[in-house]
C-alpha cells in the first residue's frame, strides 16, 4: 500500500493553513505539521521529515527563504529519513508560497533549492496537483516566469543565492538538450525536437542534473539562463503560466 503524501504547512496566516490543509486533506494528503514562522518550519521539518514544504516568504522571526536554505542544507541521516523505497535518503521538497510572482526572494528561494512557487489564490485543483509533481521529482514554474526572474534579479547580486555552473563537463548534446529545457520545452517536445525516444531524453536530464549538482529541472534553468547558455529575452515553445517546466 502506498504511504500518503506528508506536507509540511508554513505560513503565518491561521487562515491559509487551514484553507490549505483542508483542500489537501479532501485528496487524501496528510499535513503532518504546521508553522507559523520559519523557525517553526525548520523544527517541523526536523521532527516530522514531511515529502512536502509549503513554504510561505514572508513570515516573522524567520522568513521563508532562510528558513528554505536550513530545510535543504541540513544533514540527512539514513536511518531517520523517508527514502520513497528507494533506499537513498530524500531531503523534503519546497513549494514557495507568494502573493506576487516577481518577488524577488522567489528567484532567492528558487536558487537555494526550492522546486517551484506557487501564487496563493491557486485553484484546490492546482494545488494538490503542485504537491503531488514536485513529490516525483518535477519541478513548478512556468518557463516565462522564470525568464522575468532571471532578467529582472539574476544580475543584481546582493542576496540572491545565485548559481554559478561550470558547464564544461557537459557534452554538446547535453548542452542542446539544457537550452532547450530552459525555453521551456516537455521531454516529448525535446524527443520530437531532437528524434530521440523519450527515455533517452530523461537520461540526458538526469546526466546533467548530476553532473552540474542541480536538485532539479528548475535549478536547471536558472543555471542556464545565469550561465549565458541562454539569454532571458529567448522565447520558447512552452511559454503559458502555471506550465510546468
Not at 53 to 74: F, K, S
Not at 184 to 204: D, F, I, P
Request: charge should be neutral.
Amino acid at each position: 500500500m502506498t504511504e500518503p503524501l506528508r506536507v509540511l504547512l508554513a505560513d503565518d496566516q491561521t487562515l491559509v493553513r487551514t484553507g490549505f490543509r483542508l483542500i489537501l486533506g479532501a485528496d487524501g494528503i496528510d499535513v503532518v505539521a504546521e508553522a507559523a514562522n520559519g523557525a517553526e518550519a525548520v523544527e517541523g521539518v526536523r521532527r516530522t521529515r514531511p515529502d512536502v514544504v509549503l513554504m510561505d516568504v514572508r513570515m516573522p522571526e524567520m522568513d521563508g527563504l532562510e528558513a528554505t536554505r536550513r530545510i535543504l542544507a541540513a544533514p540527512r541521516a539514513p536511518h531517520s529519513v523517508r527514502t520513497g523505497g528507494t533506499g537513498i535518503p530524500e531531503e523534503p521538497r519546497v513549494i514557495i508560497l507568494t502573493t506576487f510572482d516577481l518577488d524577488r526572494y522567489v528567484y532567492s528561494a528558487l536558487s537555494a533549492g526550492a522546486s517551484g512557487f506557487l501564487l496563493k489564490d491557486v485553484t484546490p485543483e492546482q494545488l494538490t496537483a503542485a504537491v503531488r509533481t514536485v513529490r516525483t521529482g518535477d519541478a513548478l514554474l512556468a518557463p516565462a516566469v522564470t525568464r522575468r526572474l532571471v532578467q529582472r534579479f539574476a544580475q543584481r547580486g546582493g542576496d540572491t543565492a545565485a548559481l554559478h555552473r561550470d558547464l564544461a563537463s557537459l557534452t554538446p548534446r547535453e548542452l542542446e538538450v539544457l537550452g532547450l529545457l530552459a525555453r521551456g520545452l516537455s521531454n516529448a517536445e525535446l524527443a520530437a525536437r531532437l528524434h530521440l525516444a523519450e527515455a533517452t531524453v530523461k537520461t540526458h536530464v538526469a546526466r546533467i542534473l548530476g553532473k552540474l549538482g542541480l536538485r532539479d529541472r528548475v535549478q536547471a534553468v536558472i543555471a542556464a539562463y545565469e550561465t549565458g547558455l541562454v539569454s532571458a529575452g529567448e522565447h520558447g515553445a512552452a511559454d503559458q503560466p502555471g506550465e510546468r517546466t
